[in-house]
């Protein structure tokens, strides 16, 4: 299955719901009994959060751009309480198809799903045991791979560091990839850059416990700057933007590496962002709702993979960065990802999906 990378984010708009109502939608209107209604349920990020519930509202968009006959709305989740009582509320207004996002809503979609087992749901960074839940995983990393190879080639300083929003599976393996990525870059030109931040051989490192608050990822990146660190790459949704902000203010004193929804064009820091670990969230939302809306049956198994194969994960363009990294990093940069396509090079995480 191969699908396009896109990363629009245009048009968001924020559903609103109290825990154990039911969730107002954020609707095309029409009459809903004729339309194939596609629900998400946000995790505590919420939908602005500039990566994984953004990028999963903006497929689901798409989507409805695609087949005017879905019909979308979307209710956030403020804490983790929530996601039981919004994914039922949904069930009981009878859409078609309810997302989850984020691998942290696991537990609670499949609690649903089992009680529901006719009912379709779908869920983003994470595959579930029940067959009526559609999986939509991604191997981060491997483009993250290429962003440790980039960030070892641009560091003045010979440290770059890496921190996450908690310690789990979809934030780990890309920590894993971009640690990867340095190593191989300091195997193939001889050099000892360091990475802070992450210890893949104990899977130890630095984490906000936090999606949200972006004073905590500033707090944690400005700690690793202290270190020695002039390349960051936090992985920690709208937390990590305190991170972006304080390298833009830092007049270039130290750059950031974003993750999930190109940070170019998803948030503000653009001149401080060399690049983006980009999984394409939005592609594989919108290619499973539209299949579904149209009849087709969706597998469990295999699910969704994104690989760089199928691009659903890539390596954002470099934006403001384009004539700063040199044309032989970049050759090395797509040299390095043909081999992983390839199989040539190997990119192992205990974080990948299965």
Known sequence: MRI?????????????????????????????????????????????DKSFNTSAWAGLEAAKAANSNIDIKNVPSKAEADYEPNLTAFVNQKCDFILAVGGLMGNATSKVAKAHPDQQFGIVDAKLPETNVYPMQFNTAQA?????????????????????????PPVTIFMDGFADGVA????AKSKNVQVLGWNKATQNGSFTNDFVKQDEGKKISDTLVAQGA?????????????????????????????????????????????????????????????????????????????????????????????????????????????????????????????
């Open 144 to 168: 993250a791979f290429l962003a440790g190879y980039v960030a070892a080639g641009m560091t003045k300083s010979g440290k770059v560091g890496t921190y996450g929003g908690a310690k789990i």
């Open 4 to 48: 396009v990378a896109g990363f629009a984010v245009g048009g968001l708009a924020l559903g609103a719901a109290a825990c154990g109502k039911a969730p107002e939608s954020n609707s095309s209107g029409g009459n809903a009994a004729k339309k194939y209604t596609a629900c998400m349920v946000t995790d505590t990020g919420g939908i602005d």
């Open 230 to 354: 002039d390349i960051v790459m936090p992985v920690a949704g709208g937390a990590g933007l305190g991170t972006t902000a304080a390298a833009q203010a830092s007049g270039g004193k130290f750059n950031a590496i974003w993750v999930d929804v190109d940070g170019c064009q998803s948030t503000q820091n653009c001149p401080a962002l060399i690049t983006t670990v980009a999984k394409n969230i939005g592609d594989a939302v919108k290619e499973a709702v539209t299949k579904a809306a149209n009849g087709e049956k969706l597998q469990h198994d295999p699910g969704f993979v994104g690989t760089l194969e199928n691009n659903g994960v890539a390596l954002a363009p470099y934006h403001d960065f384009d004539s700063k990294v040199p044309a032989d990093l970049k050759s090395e940069v797509e040299k390095v990802k043909a081999d992983i396509i390839a199989g040539t090079i190997k990119v192992e995480s205990p974080s990948q999906p299965k």
């Open 184 to 187: 191989y870059y300091n195997k």
